[in-house]
């Protein structure tokens, strides 16, 4: 049987923005930097290079945070490269999902890694690195907290709360003892159960497993796993942190670029006066008391970025090109270009994910 292939336009599942996006409508061009071509990463590439990344903190970093884990020798070759100027890297991220979650994560991982070996043909004089920036201080549970298999939802019942990265696995016994049950008996399913039972039962927290379990899947071709949770990595990101919760110095910025992204299509994501939540045990909540200069320097991963933010903390610590999303996402990035060039930051190239 013949698999034909059909538009996005005539799935009726796009917007009218991904769709003029991916038709390079001129409407969109003050929303982006560049649209997405190859020939348009030279620009891009160019672009990236003058923008100043602390590669050596980054690279310690990556180090640090993947130094459990089994790296293939691609992995490491790709985390030791990001120490050169003619490296960079393509980024998709996720949330948390339990054992990967609806398949458009694996979607996503699959895009980066074969965007990574087509612009490694293209630009052989430079390096790309495919990065997966996991989602750990996102705090919706109860979207993360389940899979649908086969008819039957598998949940994972747990009362805690606050970042879903630093949660602790407690009762996932439970959990896979249902998953065995629902996949059965066979071969795959006995390789899946065993790759689980390693990745939950073995770590302490869910970014641990989920680290684990995305480089166990991608880690032979390169993938390189990010935790934007790290005191190093948000002390870069102070005087953003310091513009938002302090003066407030985005709203105007993002809403304006809403507002008119708004002409024409559908704004994604709400923009607030202050776009950052504040992390302590167990909690991630909404900064409504009165935060000092001192606190934010002395703490600055206390302070978390929502869905706004963190494409600019994302896009401050990483030598990124390119971001590797759905609809949705390439949505919400394209309300922040003002907001990029304001800090005089990259805007990235967006790519829309695959889809089957």
């Not at 990967?100 to 004089?125: A, C, D, M």
């Not at 480089?215 to 949770?229: A, I, M, T």
């Not at 610590?317 to 996402?329: F, K, V």
């Amino acid at each position: 049987m013949k698999v034909s292939e059909i538009s996005y336009h005539e799935t009726n599942k796009f917007s009218n923005l991904v769709l003029d996006y991916l038709n390079k409508d001129a409407k969109l061009k003050p929303f982006v930097n560049h649209f997405p071509t190859l020939d348009n990463f030279e620009k891009q590439i160019t672009e990236k290079k003058t923008h100043s990344i602390n590669r050596v903190v980054l690279v310690d970093v990556l180090s640090k945070q993947n130094a459990s884990l089994s790296l293939s020798e691609k992995s490491k070759l790709n985390i030791e490269s990001l120490k050169e100027n003619s490296t960079f890297t393509v980024t998709t991220g996720h949330q948390l999902c339990l054992f990967t979650g609806p398949l458009y994560f694996i979607y996503k991982i699959i895009s980066t890694i074969n965007l990574v070996e087509q612009l490694e043909k293209k630009y052989p004089n430079n390096n790309f690195a495919p990065v997966f920036w996991m989602a750990t201080e996102d705090h919706d549970f109860q979207e993360i907290n389940h899979i649908h298999l086969f008819g039957k939802k598998i949940a994972w019942d747990s009362k805690q709360s606050g970042a879903v990265g630093r949660m602790n696995l407690d009762g996932f016994e439970s959990l896979l003892t249902e998953l065995k049950s629902v996949l059965g008996a066979s071969e795959n399913a006995d390789k899946l159960i065993s790759l689980f039972e390693k990745s939950y039962l073995n770590h302490g927290n869910l970014a641990d497993a989920t680290r684990y379990l995305v480089n166990e899947l991608f880690g032979k071709y390169g993938l390189v796993v990010l935790d934007g949770d790290d005191k190093r990595l948000k002390e870069q990101f102070i005087p953003i942190i310091k513009k938002d919760v302090l003066n407030q110095g985005f709203e105007k910025s993002i809403t304006k670029c809403s507002e008119d992204l708004a002409t024409k299509y559908k704004s994604q994501a709400y923009v607030r006066p202050i776009n950052f939540f504040k992390l302590s045990e167990g909690k991630r909540e909404l900064i409504k008391d009165k935060i000092s200069e001192k606190e934010i320097d002395n703490n600055p991963v206390r302070f978390s970025p929502n869905v706004l933010l963190r494409p600019l903390y994302q896009e401050t610590i990483l030598p990124n090109i390119a971001y590797i999303g759905g609809g949705s996402e390439v949505s919400y990035w394209m309300q922040l270009k003002a907001a990029f060039l304001q800090e005089d930051i990259p805007f990235p190239i967006l790519i829309l994910r695959n889809s089957v």
